[in-house]
Structure formats: C-alpha cells, structure tokens
C-alpha cells in the first residue's frame, strides 16, 4: 500500500542551504512565519552519505553526520511534513564500499559484476583496441547518447597489475598521490637518497597536473617505469560508476534502499538519472524501450511493498511525449515545461500556452509535481513542440539579458537545455511578477514544489558561480543563506506575500485531488478555478496590468 502524500505545497532545499545543517532548517520551519506554509518537504541528497555533485554521488545512503541527524528526520514527522528523497538507479560513488571492494579484490571481489565491466559488454560487438578496452562497432555506437566526450569509461587497476575498463557515465578524476620517500625505500628497492630526490621531482610534477608516464626524472631515469608502475598502483578515483542491472546483488541493493527511504519515512522517491541504467548494444541508452519501463515496473513493486511512491526524474522535449507514457503507466510526472511557460506568459502578456498545459494536465488525469526554480537551471528543452521555437529562443535571450546562463546539451553548441538563474532574477527581479508565478504556480494542476532561494527572492549569485569555477554555472542559484540572512529575508513583502499564498494553498480545503479545475485565457486574462464539496477558489491574472486577485466562495 503506497503512503498517502498531499498535494499540499513542497519545500525544496538541500540540507545545508539555510543554516549550514538540516536542523536550522528544521527551526526555521518551526518559526510562526512558516508554521502551516510546508505540508511536504524534498530534501536534495547530500542529505546522505556523499561525495560530489552536491550529493547525486552516493557512498551509502546514512545520514550524513556533517548536515543531518536522526532527529531531524523526526522533528519534521513531529511537524507532519512529510518528506521526499532521492533514489539515484543508475550509479554510485567509487567510494562505495562495493567498488572499493572491487578495487582491493579485483577478480575476487563479490561485487566483480555489481558494476559493468565494459569488455564483457561489448565482448562479440568490436575490437578490443591498443589501451585495453573493446571499441563498439560503429553500427553499435552511432545512436548512443553519450553525456561527455569519448567512451564511458574509467580505467580501474586491479591487484593483479590490469587495468579494467568500466562503465562511468558520468563525472570521474584519476588521483595520482604523492609518493614518501620512505615508501619508495619500502616498495621499490630504492636508496633512500635516491627514493628522496625522486619523491621530490615526482610530486613536484604531479602538481603540475602531468601524467606519470611524461614525468622526467633525470639522472634517476633507469627507475621511470618502477615509479610509474607505483603511481599507477596506489592511484585513487572519484566519480560515479554505473551499475548493471542484470546482477542480483544489485537488485539486493534497491531493494535495501528503498527500505532504508521507507524507514526515513519518506513518502515520495524522486527517481534520478534512471533513464540510463537499462543498457543494451546497439541501443541508445538511455530510455531504452521496453528496458526501462521494465526496471521502473520491477522497482515500483519493491517500492509499492514499502509504501513508497514514485516520481521518475527524465528532460525530454514535449514533443517526445515521454510525460504522457509516463503517466498513462501510473507514475508522478515532473512538470518541467511550467517554468519556461511561466516566464513566456510574461513576456507575451498572455496564459494561452498555460491554459494549453493546464487543460491537458486536467484532461489526461495527469498527477504532477510542478515547480518555477529548483536546484538546476530553468528548463528549455523540455518545451520543444509545446512552444514555437522562436519563441523558445527569444525567451532564451531575454533572461541571459537579464543574467543568466545558458547551458548547452553535453556541449553541443547550439543546442539549448536549460538556463541558469534564480527564478527571480529571471523574471527581472520585480516582486509584482515573483507573487503572480507564485500564485499561478499554486493554482495550476499538480503538488507545487518550492524552491527556497525563490521563496527567499534570490538573485544571480555570481560569487558563488565564480567561486565553483568551470562548470559552476549552477552555483547561480544555489546560495547558502545564514540564518540570519533568511531572517533578514522575513522582512520583505515578497516572502511574506508568498508566505501567505503557501498558507492559504495548504489551509484552503478546496484544493484536493477530488477537485474540479477549470482554466480561462482572455488575451491578457487568465482564470483558474478549484471547487469541490467545500466551495470555490479562482484566481484571476492580469498579464498586461501584471495584477492578481483570489477569490473563495
């Protein structure tokens, strides 16, 4: 039996963004401000135990001890927030306990074939090539959807001396440590004077970022393979290794996640990056067909056994319709298309596109989990087939006018998927448009996800953009607020007006999943309704004079 979450309104923060630690979020909450504005809350997750990606590189799935307690899970079901989690299907950190197992056992490891070995992969599909690993045949390769350049592959020594390729899809780094003289002494058969001028040239090198096989050593040149062999030997890894599917073990492993989640009392699992765990040869991917629906159906019915529903996390455009196979398979659907919709409804002074979505939201009985900012950028290529790509594009120059960032698809210039920026600034910073998408956002079909920084009215953070270097574009909006910043926050009218549509939203019993919506669009006017047993709720839009009122019956 699936827990019943509301559609009550969904905060959205990662456990450090007010405060530093989940517990001053947890205070914050508990202050009269808040008190009855949150029914739900979806903690980002290096709430756990992880290591990059602010989170989406998961060890383990423990409390991290640095942000999070068990007694913050429990003064929030104190509270009755109910919460939402994430479940990354697809990888987990090298820092796992299974892949350091891998590491130190090679062949001999239980966890061999928790990961997917690349050559027994493509064993029968290519060329083993001159590096060590199989390279596809073409045929095989050429619809793939790679998220970075080159083959997804980490190069993993074992004990034995090989090197094994593996699947990585995503981020990886090779750590080449520094060497001790005395290690050297120890391992390598060096004098110690020897070992302490090579110590000196080797990690002199290393900082200069240079590979082991290009590092001179001069005068100590007939020990250059011992030192590279060395080095290659005691390397360490980041990143995050793509499980395999077909193995037992790995089914063990969701199935013991899902009841950790349950156990946290989590009512929703936000499923990540799920649409590339099913791979086949010759496919593409990711969203292969009938490959992932197979895994999302053999996941819900652990998930169903835990009470756990879930919410499948995929961009694609509108066009591919892949919301709608989605939903009509009885799954959550996340509406990415309301943000852009949103930001285009004010620039055309018109809801025609809204009330578009809305009506087919309503029709199709589709449940969804709507959101404006949230903790990467803007989506645009989502909106494909839904607006004019004129459209899309003019969008696109006005809120990098107004100081955002453009983040192309894996590098493909030219090819648009999100922007970058706080919601505010890309609405122009005007509190008159934030309070109107805050009160669409909450009249519009769906459990509406709110991102803290918006909550706040955050602007473009540069600092910290610059500060996360290359590929920190998303650190615009991602500010850590202190306390005292989010106190200062309390101030202004714009928190406290969306305060107050939060409070209405989740006190208001007209809305609820048995309720009637109706949607109008007059030029500039938009109309949205809810009624049930209990009354009546319509909010009224004006895009042209960028007014709004609400009225009950």
Same mark, same amino acid.
């Given at each position: 039996?699936?827990?019943?979450?509301?559609?009550?309104?969904?905060?959205?923060?990662?456990?450090?963004?007010?405060?530093?630690?989940?517990?001053?979020?947890?205070?914050?909450?508990?202050?009269?401000?808040?008190?009855?504005?949150?029914?739900?809350?979806?903690?980002?997750?290096?709430?756990?135990?992880?290591?990059?990606?602010?989170?989406?590189?998961?060890?383990?799935?423990?409390?991290?001890?640095?942000?999070?307690?068990?007694?913050?899970?429990?003064?929030?079901?104190?509270?009755?927030?109910?919460?939402?989690?994430?479940?990354?299907?697809?990888?987990?950190?090298?820092?796992?306990?299974?892949?350091?197992?891998?590491?130190?056992?090679?062949?001999?490891?239980?966890?061999?074939?928790?990961?997917?070995?690349?050559?027994?992969?493509?064993?029968?599909?290519?060329?083993?090539?001159?590096?060590?690993?199989?390279?596809?045949?073409?045929?095989?390769?050429?619809?793939?959807?790679?998220?970075?350049?080159?083959?997804?592959?980490?190069?993993?020594?074992?004990?034995?001396?090989?090197?094994?390729?593996?699947?990585?899809?995503?981020?990886?780094?090779?750590?080449?440590?520094?060497?001790?003289?005395?290690?050297?002494?120890?391992?390598?058969?060096?004098?110690?004077?020897?070992?302490?001028?090579?110590?000196?040239?080797?990690?002199?090198?290393?900082?200069?970022?240079?590979?082991?096989?290009?590092?001179?050593?001069?005068?100590?040149?007939?020990?250059?393979?011992?030192?590279?062999?060395?080095?290659?030997?005691?390397?360490?890894?980041?990143?995050?290794?793509?499980?395999?599917?077909?193995?037992?073990?790995?089914?063990?492993?969701?199935?013991?996640?899902?009841?950790?989640?349950?156990?946290?009392?989590?009512?929703?699992?936000?499923?990540?990056?799920?649409?590339?765990?099913?791979?086949?040869?010759?496919?593409?991917?990711?969203?292969?067909?009938?490959?992932?629906?197979?895994?999302?159906?053999?996941?819900?019915?652990?998930?169903?056994?835990?009470?756990?529903?879930?919410?499948?996390?995929?961009?694609?455009?509108?066009?591919?319709?892949?919301?709608? %196979?989605?939903?009509?398979?009885?799954?959550?659907?996340?509406?990415?298309?309301?943000?852009?919709?949103?930001?285009?409804?004010?620039?055309?002074?018109?809801?025609?596109?809204?009330?578009?979505?809305?009506?087919?939201?309503?029709?199709?009985?589709?449940?969804?989990?709507?959101?404006?900012?949230?903790?990467?950028?803007?989506?645009?290529?989502?909106?494909?087939? %839904?607006?004019?790509?004129?459209?899309?594009?003019?969008?696109?120059?006005?809120?990098?006018?107004?100081?955002?960032?453009?983040?192309?698809?894996?590098?493909?210039?030219?090819?648009?998927?999100?922007?970058?920026?706080?919601?505010?600034?890309?609405?122009?910073?005007?509190?008159?448009?934030? %309070?109107?998408?805050?009160?669409?956002?909450?009249?519009?079909?769906?459990?509406?996800?709110?991102?803290?920084?918006?909550?706040?009215?955050?602007?473009?953070?540069?600092?910290?953009?610059?500060?996360?270097?290359?590929?920190?574009?998303?650190?615009?909006?991602?500010?850590?607020?202190?306390?005292?910043?989010?106190?200062?926050?309390?101030?202004?009218?714009?928190?406290?007006?969306?305060?107050?549509?939060?409070?209405?939203?989740?006190?208001?019993?007209?809305?609820?999943?048995?309720?009637?919506?109706?949607?109008?669009?007059?030029?500039?006017?938009?109309?949205?309704?809810?009624?049930?047993?209990?009354?009546?709720?319509?909010?009224?839009?004006?895009?042209?004079?960028?007014?709004?009122?609400?009225?009950?019956?």
């Amino acid at each position: 039996m699936q827990k019943k979450m509301s559609i009550g309104a969904l905060l959205n923060a990662y456990p450090d963004s007010v405060g530093g630690k989940l517990a001053d979020i947890v205070s914050l909450l508990k202050r009269d401000e808040f008190k009855g504005a949150f029914q739900s809350f979806y903690i980002l997750p290096s709430v756990f135990n992880t290591d990059l990606d602010r989170g989406f590189s998961l060890i383990n799935y423990d409390l991290s001890e640095t942000y999070a307690s068990d007694e913050d899970i429990k003064d929030l079901h104190d509270m009755n927030v109910d919460l939402m989690m994430d479940f990354i299907l697809n990888h987990i950190s090298v820092l796992s306990p299974q892949f350091q197992d891998i590491i130190k056992n090679g062949e001999n490891s239980k966890y061999r074939d928790f990961f997917i070995n690349w050559n027994t992969f493509w064993e029968g599909y290519g060329e083993m090539g001159p590096d060590g690993y199989i390279v596809p045949d073409q045929k095989y390769i050429k619809d793939m959807f790679f998220r970075k350049p080159g083959l997804p592959i980490l190069m993993v020594r074992f004990p034995d001396g090989r090197d094994v390729p593996y699947w990585n899809t995503f981020y990886q780094e090779v750590i080449y440590n520094k060497v001790d003289p005395l290690e050297l002494v120890r391992n390598c058969n060096m004098q110690y004077q020897s070992a302490v001028d090579i110590s000196k040239k080797v990690n002199e090198a290393l900082d200069k970022k240079t590979a082991p096989e290009d590092i001179e050593l001069g005068e100590h040149d007939r020990y250059k393979q011992t030192v590279v062999d060395y080095l290659q030997a005691h390397r360490s890894y980041l990143g995050q290794m793509d499980m395999n599917i077909k193995s037992p073990l790995v089914w063990d492993y969701y199935r013991d996640t899902l009841k950790r989640l349950s156990d946290y009392g989590v009512a929703i699992v936000r499923l990540d990056a799920f649409a590339y765990a099913p791979k086949e040869p010759g496919e593409r991917n990711f969203l292969n067909d009938p490959g992932t629906w197979d895994l999302l159906g053999k996941v819900d019915e652990i998930a169903s056994e835990y009470g756990l529903t879930l919410l499948p996390e995929i961009h694609a455009s509108y066009s591919e319709k892949t919301y709608e %196979l989605l939903a009509k398979k009885g799954y959550m659907v996340y509406d990415f298309f309301l943000p852009g919709l949103m930001i285009d409804a004010f620039i055309r002074k018109n809801g025609i596109y809204l009330k578009k979505w809305a009506d087919e939201v309503i029709e199709n009985n589709i449940r969804t989990v709507n959101m404006l900012g949230c903790h990467d950028g803007i989506p645009l290529l989502d909106l494909k087939g %839904l607006l004019p790509e004129e459209d899309i594009q003019n969008m696109i120059d006005i809120v990098v006018d107004r100081g955002g960032y453009v983040k192309d698809l894996h590098g493909a210039k030219n090819v648009y998927y999100q922007v970058n920026a706080t919601f505010y600034s890309a609405l122009g910073e005007s509190d008159k448009r934030m %309070l109107m998408a805050r009160a669409i956002q909450l009249f519009m079909p769906g459990k509406p996800q709110i991102w803290y920084l918006d909550l706040f009215a955050g602007k473009n953070d540069y600092e910290a953009m610059a500060k996360a270097g290359v590929g920190g574009h998303k650190e615009i909006n991602r500010s850590n607020l202190s306390l005292a910043d989010a106190e200062k926050a309390l101030e202004k009218d714009v928190v406290k007006k969306q305060l107050e549509l939060l409070k209405f939203r989740n006190s208001c019993p007209v809305f609820s999943e048995d309720a009637d919506i109706t949607v109008d669009c007059n030029e500039s006017l938009l109309t949205i309704s809810w009624s049930n047993v209990h009354g009546t709720a319509t909010l009224k839009v004006d895009f042209e004079k960028e007014t709004y009122s609400i009225e009950t019956a």
